[in-house]
């Protein structure tokens, strides 16, 4: 069978509504055809957990598993050894500035953090699955490349390796809009807006097809790009 690489962070065990279209994707693929390979999330501080999902994947699919890293865990835990430092110094204050100072220190820390976690807080992982992943497939036994998001940054993973592989097709699944989703647009057009407007576009260029789960959402991308309406299609959600 022809082998597809997929690209998912949200897969069992981890619950939510994210994990069902790519669970039943690959469900179905050997129909088809298709032998998927899934890489996903290992260790993950995400909190819905759903292990009767297990019993849906197919016997005998190899799923990669790479751990995620928190940036909010590795600033937090900074935070507080930097509070701890300076607690002599800071303890002339009142309680009521000190709180204050330090409340002022976090969020400081906060817009640092959104700044680095571009396009979003699985940006970590996207960037150790591009420099393990190598370690555990052969690219050029792939047939096909699939990258879904939300997270986003998966999608940045497939950019990577399209760009090293040029000769693999690259599908893109939207299952929710990116910059022009009310949830994620910067009405103030900062430099988080600019950076993902400019990775968004690069993706869309980038890839073979594209993939959404509304007709709305399909002339949403052909009419921001300006692109053929052949590579964009809809796949709706099912019930």
Same mark, same amino acid.
């Given at each position: 069978?022809?082998?597809?690489?997929?690209i998912a962070?949200?897969?069992?065990?981890?619950?939510?509504?994210?994990?069902?279209r790519?669970l039943?994707?690959?469900?179905?693929?050997?129909?088809?055809?298709?032998?998927?390979?899934?890489?996903?999330?290992?260790?993950?501080?995400?909190?819905?957990?759903?292990k009767?999902?297990?019993?849906?994947?197919?016997?005998?699919i190899?799923?990669?598993?790479?751990?995620?890293?928190?940036?909010k865990?590795?600033?937090?835990?900074?935070?507080?050894?930097?509070?701890?430092?300076?607690?002599?110094?800071t303890?002339?204050?009142?309680?009521?500035?000190?709180?204050?100072?330090?409340?002022?220190?976090?969020?400081?820390f906060?817009?640092?953090?959104?700044?680095?976690?571009?396009p979003?807080?699985n940006?970590?992982?996207a960037?150790?699955?591009i420099?393990?992943?190598?370690? @555990?497939?052969?690219?050029?036994? #792939?047939?096909?490349i699939?990258t879904? =998001?939300?997270?986003?940054s998966t999608?940045?993973? &497939? /950019?990577?390796l399209k760009?090293?592989?040029?000769?693999?097709?690259?599908?893109t699944?939207?299952?929710?809009e990116?910059v022009?989703?009310a949830?994620?647009?910067?009405a103030?057009k900062?430099?988080?807006?600019?950076i993902?407007?400019?990775m968004?576009?690069?993706?869309?260029?980038?890839?073979d097809?594209?993939?959404t789960?509304?007709? @709305?959402?399909?002339?949403n991308? #052909?009419?921001?790009?300006?692109?053929? =309406?052949?590579?964009?299609?809809?796949?709706?959600n &099912? /019930?």
């Open positions: 069978m022809r082998k597809v690489l997929i962070y949200y897969f069992p065990p981890l619950g939510w509504s994210g994990v069902q790519t039943k994707f690959i469900k179905y693929l050997r129909n088809y055809n298709w032998e998927p390979i899934v890489v996903t999330v290992g260790e993950s501080k995400f909190s819905i957990k759903d009767s999902l297990f019993d849906e994947i197919p016997n005998d190899k799923v990669i598993r790479i751990d995620d890293i928190k940036l865990d590795m600033t937090d835990d900074m935070i507080g050894k930097l509070k701890q430092q300076i607690s002599l110094t303890s002339i204050l009142s309680d009521k500035i000190r709180a204050e100072y330090f409340d002022k220190i976090e969020e400081k906060n817009e640092i953090r959104n700044l680095i976690l571009i979003d807080g940006t970590i992982w960037n150790k699955v420099r393990e992943l190598y370690e @555990y497939i052969d690219l050029q036994e #792939i047939d096909l699939y879904t =998001s939300a997270p986003y999608h940045l993973i &497939g /950019y990577y760009n090293e592989n040029n000769n693999i097709p690259w599908i699944d939207f299952r929710d990116w022009n989703n949830c994620y647009m910067k103030d900062n430099i988080n807006y600019k993902e407007s400019y968004e576009a690069k993706i869309v260029e980038k890839c097809k594209i993939i789960t509304t007709p @709305y959402a399909t002339n991308f #052909i009419k921001r790009y300006k692109i053929d =309406s052949g590579k964009v299609i809809t796949i709706t &099912g /019930y």
